[in-house]
C-alpha cells in the first residue's frame, strides 16, 4: 500500500536550504558570517550528512 503524501508549508520570503530524507524536512543553517557553503553528501542516493563552511570577508 502507497503511503499518502505529506505537504510542508515553507516560507518563499526566507533564503534557506532543506534536505528531505525519508518523508522528513531538514533546514540546514546557513553560514553564521552569511558567506560560506552548504556541502551535502549523498550514499545510497539519500542524503547522509552535511557540512558547512564559513568565509570570513575582509
Given at each position: 500500500m502507497k503511503e499518502a503524501a505529506r505537504l510542508f508549508e515553507i516560507d518563499l520570503n526566507k533564503n534557506a536550504?532543506?534536505?528531505?530524507?525519508?518523508?522528513?524536512?531538514?533546514?540546514?543553517?546557513?553560514?553564521?558570517t552569511g558567506f560560506g557553503k552548504q556541502i551535502i553528501n549523498w550514499q545510497g542516493n539519500?542524503?547522509?550528512?552535511?557540512?558547512?563552511?564559513?568565509?570570513?570577508r575582509f
Open positions: 536550504t532543506y534536505i528531505v530524507k525519508d518523508g522528513k524536512m531538514h533546514e540546514i543553517e546557513s553560514p553564521e539519500k542524503p547522509c550528512n552535511a557540512k558547512l563552511e564559513t568565509d570570513i
